[in-house]
Every structure is written in structure tokens, then in C-alpha cells.
């Protein structure tokens, strides 16, 4: 397989293009998780933290959609909205995880038990 460098590159720079690219920073994220730090989670996408916390355990599948329901509400696009706009769409979603044979069974899919 040949390789071919653009851009100006060459294989003398390409230990300095390793080390600035976001690898370097995910294997980082990873030792730090597997340490127990939990700065490595700070900022990180509640979706990808949600997901994590499901897979090695620390919530059940109906913490899971709670916690999506709640990141949802909570949101930047919605961070300016009135406390009662984003708990009736809180309200409003889980009506829909129920009542949605789609997202029921997404729901369902995580371990959750809807109603």
C-alpha cells in the first residue's frame, strides 16, 4: 500500500502532526477514565457520558432515558428557555417514549421498562 503525504507534510513532521492531533487527546481521555478521573468527562457530549455510565453499569436503562430526557431539556439551544418550557418537554417526551412503538422499543433497547 502506498501512502501518499499532501499538503506540504513530510514522514520528518509527521511525529508533530501525531502528537497535535485529537488521538493523542482521546488516548489521553482514556487513561484518565481508566484512572477514575472524572475530568475527562467534563464537557464531553452527555450522550457519550450517558452512554458510558450504561455500559459499564452505574445507571439502569430507565436512568438512561431519564438522563437523555433531562440532556435534551437541557441543552444550550434550549438553556435560555423558561423552567416550565423545558419541564413540560421533559413531560412531553416521556409521553412520547411511551406511547411511540419506535421509541418504546429504543427504550426498551437500553433496559429501560416503559409504560
Given amino acids: ?22 488521538l493523542s487527546k482521546s488516548a489521553q481521555e482514556v487513561d484518565e ?3 477514575g478521573s472524572s475530568s475527562a468527562l467534563d464537557g464531553a457530549d452527555p450522550v457519550e457520558q450517558i452512554s458510558e455510565d ?27 428557555a423558561p423552567e416550565a418550557l423545558r ?8 409521553d412520547f417514549i411511551s406511547a411511540d412503538p419506535y421509541l418504546s422499543s429504543l427504550a ?5 421498562k416503559v409504560e
Avoid: C, F, W
Fill in 33 to 35: 477514565i481508566e484512572a
Fill in 54 to 80: 450504561l455500559a459499564v453499569g452505574r445507571i439502569n436503562g430507565d436512568e438512561a432515558v431519564d438522563r437523555l430526557i433531562d440532556a435534551t431539556a437541557d441543552s444550550p439551544m434550549l438553556s435560555s
Fill in 1 to 22: 500500500m502506498d501512502i501518499k503525504i499532501l499538503g506540504g507534510a513530510s514522514l520528518d513532521n509527521l511525529e508533530t502532526v501525531q502528537e497535535s492531533s485529537s
Fill in 87 to 94: 419541564q413540560e418537554l421533559k413531560e412531553i417526551l416521556e
Fill in 108 to 112: 426498551h433497547g437500553l433496559g429501560a
